[in-house]
């Protein structure tokens, strides 16, 4: 193309055999130079195209033979070895003009979305199989979230001309594998937590062994300090949300016996060593407001905690926090003026859950 371009179209360069010296150029003087450049550039892109899909499947066949990621290289180097493929030829053709980088920027783009399609297709495949292990290797979980992530925002970077439809069509592949990816990972949190906390709650030995569990299944990763921040807000609003579902169903009276004669000091312990145990492995994480919650004694105070835990977790289970306030020992009356502050807020007829949770 340079060959083609450079000497051809370049008014200094262009010679023909009837063209008078110093005569205006005019179109259709060289027929041939523009013949030359529409089949260069046919050919180019076809190669382009050619080449970018055998080196992605490429990449993507060495990214399935190197299943342990125990190393940076091992997690990064999938999106990076894709970025760098789709960037490398486009950046080079701007160096002949910005018309042809961005016909094969497109091509790249293109041949990037169909990639994507086969690449999460076996991606989903690979965390299925993950997920139903015992112990399941967060890792991988976190590698796709990361090369989702960043794919998706190189491809929004240079989306400049490209044609909406196909940045759309890319940003919705990768968003639907982050939330599928982020949806397992939850549902793993999910089953283990409920499994540790039905025995915790029912049990005379008082050890909260959820804890080290959540250490086996999430170690810290430097490598990716964004997404397991992102995995580790998510995964510790559904424990403290499921604690509290079974803290609310416990009587203290059955607590007492199981755990200690002061059961809210050792449910404020416990949510202060779960929240050690997360901000460890992602730093910056918003803090559980239980402990406050159930120290506050003023009412006032009561109504700024509740608002920030419903805020923060529970924006859609007001009735727990309902059953909860009832738990701490507040009458009907003191329960409806705290959550009477929370917006949006609807009265609810109290239900056998709120009546009971107390005896």
Known sequence: MKWVLVPYLSQDLL?????????????????????????????????????????LDQILLTDRNQDVCDSEESFIGLYVDIIQLVNVMPEQAQEINSKLSHD??????????????????????????????????????????????????YVQNKSDGIEDSLIQEIEATLENMEDFTLKLLMEIVADMTEMHLQNYFKTK?????????????????????????????????????????????????????????????????????????????????????????????????????????????????????STLLVWKGLSKSQTKQVLGALPEHEPRQTNFLVECCYL
């Open 15 to 55: 010679v023909h055999p009837d063209h008078q010296e110093n005569a205006p150029i005019k179109k259709g003087d060289f027929p041939l130079s523009t013949e030359l450049v529409a089949k260069a550039e046919k050919l180019l892109l076809e190669n382009v195209q050619t080449e970018v899909r055998k080196c």
């Open 104 to 153: 094969i920027r497109e091509v790249c783009f293109q041949e990037l979305k169909m990639f994507l399609g086969r690449y999460t297709a076996e991606q989903t495949e690979i965390l299925e199989k993950k997920a139903k292990k015992a112990i399941p290797n967060q890792i991988r979980f976190l590698k796709t979230l990361k090369t989702c992530k960043e794919i998706k925002e």
């Open 205 to 321: 030995y008082g050890q909260f062994f959820l804890i080290s569990d959540v250490e086996t299944h999430f170690p810290k990763v430097s490598w990716c300090p964004d997404i397991q921040k992102r995995v580790m807000d998510e995964a510790y609003k559904l424990i403290a949300h499921t604690y509290l579902k079974h803290l609310v169903r416990s009587s203290q009276r059955k607590l007492r016996k199981c755990w200690s004669p002061d059961v809210v000091q050792k449910v404020i312990e416990d949510a202060e060593l779960l929240h050690d145990t997360i901000s460890k492995l992602a730093p910056g994480v918003e803090q559980w407001k239980l402990p406050e919650l159930l120290e506050d004694k003023d009412i006032e105070a009561m109504k700024i905690t509740v608002w920030a835990i419903q805020h923060s977790c529970y924006r859609e289970d007001e009735e727990l926090l």
